[in-house]
């Protein structure tokens, strides 16, 4: 086990594609890091530059106190789990889990022992002896998690693993991932798109955009806190309503400004900041229409339209709300739960 | 041309990994065949003593040599006749057998094996049976007053090598139309037949122009093999006769160049030779990267 | 099916039958040549039913060969073809799977060149250059033996494009997989890459190993010690040898044994040789 030092990483790849910049990030061990970021943005990159799947052009990479920059993979001591498990398709589940060690030069008995550990671990002790193609989607995740556990290594860098499970699954296999690495405290690195996963399973978020990390933090932290307004839009679903400050006009709003820090020009408020009555202390107003109301269980939606220039705007409400669609209704927040942004930095900027 | 995205680093591996290929390549295909080129261009007298350079002249005397132009003629003949009887036997057995259900199978087993024959027995097998004396297919003929002797009449001669050579292609043939027309959707089929055509329309109208890739790259594969190596089926057999009327440009060149030892002459027929090669397989590629496009 | 036609299905299944006829006739003509004495040939037609001398037959060109029948105990050449036909297939796959692997696998300068001067054995049958390379290979001392019968032909083209595109097919994620698993070069050739192959590599070994039984021209061409005849070439020599008629019963039953290897192939691998076959294109 070892922490992860991040100093300066940079990828260009061949034909002057920039991938990832300036990455600095370390990494305690045993720490859950989850990388997030829409698609294309370097979250791959950076953790196949950690892998040494591709080379790093710029900067150091630290595992433990070595410089890993010029190591193969195997001399890292990480281990990888793929989108695509990789399982390899000749080999029965067994000779997957050991070829790692036979490479690594293992003793016979003491690859019988890992194996059959880590297999009684994952409750596939009983496809040992099958093929990975006699095996569904969710056996398959659990063999290729296991190939990565057999190895005891320092890091574990999972990319995507639970994308092509179906939803159920997905959620069965986070919580399991989640309670593993709270037993075995490697030090991982996750990538995904999923906001739940984002939000559940790692001790921090890293959020990425185009190759640069917009903010680090714990999840509740960067939910509760978005230093960027790429932030702000990105965590959370349903995503955060912006407003112009230009398009609120009223007193009540021209008063609420006087509260609001310096430079402001953006206010987002979480469609669960909303609410029906105005608050005692300095409030927002929002003049709206009811576009349409979608119950659906516990949380509902109601998406309404500002009246000032039309733009869509999502309210969480419990039960049903007081206006039928179509009819016109006002919404307020307190200038407290306001996330201020200024636009030309597109910082915070309390 | 695509490798992984991720590769090896290795500086001189690949070149290792790929000595034995380029080695025999260079030896045995690429020197020899510039030695043709060279060669084609030089004339060496008659006790091969003395060698001059004489540019395109060895081209020039074949054009006007009525053995070449007539080995250029049987030659195009013998590939048509061959691919043409080929193919079409061929494809009529894979209509036939692609109706069948349950005898499919056992009935592409009995077509396939002629693959495994090699030209020269295929050559042997049917000269046998046509034989003039005791085979029993000139027996037959002669029944229907037809007088068979393939040793003294060259079209008679002719239609023996290009039976023989296009029976052990069927095989070929027909296992690519066969799977050509498993490959047609059948509900184009079952429109069409909605559409009130019968079962000859279906086929010309819909099933054949479906298979006009494969019947096209058939068609060149099955020139290549005609004229490149069938050298087996001549030589066992016709040995090129009677009176040069089965005497393929493979087969001249052997003769020119190993029997009659006309170096020159030899090396430029074979640089012809090559350039249809060359056409032939530009020809064939072209059509193969279509067929992976679409 | 449309509709079943059941005067149709009858047509075709005639069709049928008298094309497999057809195709059968020649090689059952054969046998039946192959089990009859030799006086048969002086009278009259090729007999259709068998005769009853196939052991005599089959006994004297397996084991006497020269005296009766003109030439080496068949036997022996045989033995000849299977080696060189196994010789040319291990060295066309082991070639072939080594190129598409620096290919696929490394990138280094050149490596376009190198996939030009493959591509070129596909322009370059030794039909074309056939006195040029048999000079090479008298130059190398290679006529008369079991290298100079194998190596010029095992360059091969096709199947090192076959190979290129089955890897290319192969996953990324493979090759990353075994790496970070403490794989190199050799152990992913090895451990990943060939048995991945295994059902390519077999469908092209039953397509090679016919095409090096088969061959003809070239053994002609290099071998002038009968020690190293090849069946299929050796067979020409008891046709046109000689002018008498030839001794036909011997022949056939030198022809019946001289096809029997490949077509057993064949038949015993028909799954894998229609792969072989469809998949390589040529
Ligand atoms: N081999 C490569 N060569 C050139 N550019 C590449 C290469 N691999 C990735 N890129 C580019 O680098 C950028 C980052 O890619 P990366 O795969 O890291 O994204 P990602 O965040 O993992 O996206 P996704 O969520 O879709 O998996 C993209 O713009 C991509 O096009
Ligand atoms: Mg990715």
Partial sequence: ?350 | MQTKKMTFNHRWLPYLLLAPQVIITIIFFIWPASQALYQSLLRQDAFGFRTTFVWFDNFQRLFVDDLYVNSLKVTLIFAVGTTLLSMSVALLFAVMVNKMIRSRDAYTTFLVWPYAVAPAIAGVLWWFIFNPSIGILPYALDMFGINWNHRSNGDQAMLLVIIAAAWKQISYNFLFFLAGLQSVPHSLIEAAAIDGAGRVKRFWTIVFPLLSPITFFLMVVNVVYAMFDTFGVIHATTEGGPAQATNILVYKVYRDGFVGMNLGSSAAQSVILMAIVVVLTVIQFRFIERRVNY | MVENNRWGNILAHTILIFGVALVVFPVYVAIIASTHPSGTFLRGTIPLLPGGEAWENYKTVMFEGRSRAGTPPISLMLWNSFVMAMAITIGKLSISLLSAFAIVYFRFPFRLFFFWIIFLTLMLPVEVRIVPTFQVVADLGMLNSFAGLSIPLIASATATFLFRQFFMTIPEEMLEASRVDGAGPFKFFKDILLPLSITNIAALFVIMFIYGWNQYLWPLLITTDPNYYTIVMGIQRMVTGGDSEPLWHLVMATVVLAALPPVLVILFMQRLFVKGLTETEK
């Fill in chain 1, 1 to 350: 086990m070892a922490s992860i030092k991040i100093n300066n990483l940079g990828k260009v790849y061949a034909g002057d594609v920039r991938a990832v910049e300036d990455i600095n990030l370390d990494i305690a061990d045993g720490e859950f890091i989850v990388l997030v970021g829409p698609s294309g943005c370097g979250k791959s990159t950076l953790l196949r530059m950690i892998a040494g799947l591709e080379t790093i052009t710029e900067g150091d990479l630290f595992i433990g106190d070595k410089r890993v920059n010029g190591l193969e993979p195997a001399e890292r001591d990480i281990a990888m789990v793929f989108q695509n498990y990789a399982l390899y398709p000749h080999m029965t589940v067994y000779n997957n889990l050991a070829y790692g060690l036979k490479n690594r030069g293992f003793p016979k008995d003491e690859i019988e022992k890992r194996v059959q550990e880590t297999a009684k671990m994952l409750e596939i002790e009983q496809f040992l002896d099958r093929k990975p193609r006699a095996l569904s989607g969710g056996q398959r995740q659990r063999v290729a998690m296991g190939r990565a556990l057999v190895r005891e290594p320092a890091a574990f860098l999972l990319d995507e693993p639970l994308s092509n499970l179906d939803a159920k699954l997905r959620v069965q296999m986070r919580l399991e991932i989640k309670q593993l690495q709270r037993r075995l405290k490697t030090t991982s690195l996750y990538v995904t798109h999923d906001q739940l996963e984002a939000m559940t399973l790692g001790d921090r978020l890293v959020v990425l955009n185009q190759g640069n990390i917009e903010q680090v933090g714990s999840p509740i932290d960067v939910y509760n806190r978005p230093e960027s307004l790429f932030v702000a839009e990105f965590i959370g679903s349903p995503s955060m309503n912006l407003f112009s400050q230009a398009d609120l006009d009223g007193p009540t709003n021209e008063n609420a400004a006087k509260h609001l820090p310096e430079g402001t020009d953006i206010l987002g408020l979480r469609p669960d900041q909303l609410l029906f009555e105005a608050p005692d202390t300095p409030h927002i107003r929002l003049d709206c229409k009811v576009a349409l109301y979608e119950p659906a269980g516990a949380e509902s939606h109601l998406y309404l339209i500002l009246n000032s220039n039309g733009q869509h705007v999502t309210m969480r409400v419990h039960g049903e709300p007081p206006v039928h669609e179509g009819g016109d209704i006002s919404i307020y927040a307190p200038v407290s739960a306001v996330h201020p942004f200024n636009s030309t930095s597109g910082r915070r900027t309390d």
